[in-house]
């Protein structure tokens, strides 16, 4: 499949996903190539039927800037209560729905914008799915002040961490000044176990697995069926 095709079945899937969302409800808004045709198909029903929310939170400026260009107000996460869907893509999505996110090393806000949502859907094509978590670096966002400590025990632990690099060859540092361990152990290890463990691990400040949030997947197939898959 070409890529001219792939966006075909990305867009199509995310079309899907627009029309899920209620009108004058609160929505969270991921970040990734699909979730920018979700972002387009979104300004269509705003201009073809009026459509407005009454807030949207997003996960990135990019998705911010999209969004503010369709004429939508983006507020931020301290604004709202909580969001009645948030739409996003993921890295890899298991059988049971179970994702690991944060590729693009926004998984704090992500993760805080859905534990804070009332239904979770996730947008992917194919590629993403496996049948158990890994075949994606897992990312671990790391305060700087412990981030050695951190990445020596995760070596101990046989975790096979990476220090996340940015186009200049220095260590990536994300929205809120922290830098990313991708650990790249594969498949991971017993998945709510490993989440546990990071959880309790202190300088750890997030992780990219979700376990237990999403309530539906949308996926576009390369045969060009689009699949609706929930819990």
Partial sequence: MDKKEQDQLKKEAATKAAMMVEPNSVLGVGTGSTVAFFIDALGERKE?????????VTTSNRSK??????????????????????????DRVDDDLNGIKGGGGALTLE???????????????ESKLVHRLGDFPLPVEVLPISCEQNFRKFEQEGLKPQWRMDENGK????????????????????IH???????????????????????????AHSDGTIEDKTK
């Fill in 111 to 125: 993760k805080n914008v859905a534990i804070n949502s009332k239904k979770i859907i996730w947008i992917v094509d």
């Fill in 171 to 190: 260590r990536y540092v994300t929205h809120y000044g922290n830098y990313i361990i991708d650990l790249a152990v594969d498949p991971l290890p017993v």
């Fill in 48 to 56: 073809k039927e009026g459509f407005s929310l009454k807030h949207i």
């Fill in 193 to 219: 176990g490993l989440a546990d463990y990071l959880d309790h691990t202190v300088g750890v400040v997030e992780h990219g697995l979700f376990l237990d949030m999403c309530d539906e997947v949308i996926i």
């Fill in 65 to 90: 800037k999209q969004l503010e260009s369709l004429g939508f107000k983006v507020d931020e996460l301290s604004d709202i209560d909580q969001a009645d869907l948030t739409v996003d893509g993921a």
